[in-house]
């Protein structure tokens, strides 16, 4: 079946340093992908849809200048946590959605998640 | 009120029991509804999806209440392996998109 690679899966930083999050779709195109981001005991809550080509859409709340978002390519979209701080320690999970045929809407696929831990 | 309001748990049943979960959601314009599991630690599986007319899967069963806005799902038989959080999920479209997930409802089976 379809699956979604993250890399790292955990990172431990410093505070103030940038972290990059890469996700990948292996074997579907992705024109969406979505990143979500969960805390201990919380739900996933969705930070930014973001399409290839352009830019990103982000949720309420949610600094475009904190979360850099890159979608480049059908396969490939980075999630840039800038100048790291605690308060971001986090279990970040990315989503892809199949291309597919016109219409027809595909399953979200999640990737593995990336458990970021500022200090 | 939360957009997707789950019992948080831990539910702690034997092995071989039957127990349900329950899910309300507040956007009576949603129009796709989902259980997903999720693992300690790991990203979340999709488990299945929700139907009007309720819909089954195995040892899992699903169903879906419009006018309550309430969505269930029932484990017959619970196996060990069935321990996990499982995760009421609503989306306000059809389909996939901006997928609005519950905080999820703990299952703990124990031999």
């Known amino acids: 079946g379809a699956v979604v690679s993250q890399h790292p899966s955990w990172v431990i930083c410093k505070s103030g340093t940038s972290v990059k999050i890469e996700c990948r779709s292996l074997d579907f195109q992705a024109t969406t992908m979505f990143w979500y981001r969960q805390f201990p005991k919380q739900s996933l809550m969705l930070m930014a849809t973001s399409n290839e080509g352009s830019k990103a859409t982000y949720e309420q709340g949610v600094e475009k200048d904190k979360f850099l978002i890159n979608h480049a390519s059908l396969t490939l979209s980075t999630l840039t946590v800038t100048s790291a701080h605690p308060e971001d320690s986090s279990f970040y999970i990315c989503s892809a959605r199949d291309l597919g045929l016109a219409g027809v809407t595909y399953e979200q696929y999640f990737g593995p998640g990336t458990r970021l831990t500022v200090t | 009120r939360k957009e997707v309001e789950q019992d948080p748990g831990p539910f702690n049943v034997p092995e071989g029991a039957t127990v349900a979960f329950n899910c309300t959601y507040s956007?009576?314009?949603?129009?796709?509804f989902f259980w997903y599991r999720q693992d300690c630690r790991k990203e979340p599986k999709l488990l299945m999806s929700?139907?009007?007319s309720g819909n089954e899967d195995g040892r899992f069963t699903a169903q879906l209440n419009r006018a309550s806005q309430y969505i269930s799902l029932l484990i017959r038989d619970s196996k060990l392996s069935d321990s996990a959080t499982y995760l009421c999920?609503?989306?306000?479209?059809?389909?996939?998109?901006?997928?609005?997930f519950g905080k999820g409802t703990m299952l703990l089976v124990s031999p």
């Open positions: 956007n009576s314009a949603s129009q796709s």
């Open positions: 929700v139907y009007s």
């Open positions: 999920v609503v989306n306000r479209r059809k389909g996939y998109s901006t997928l609005t």
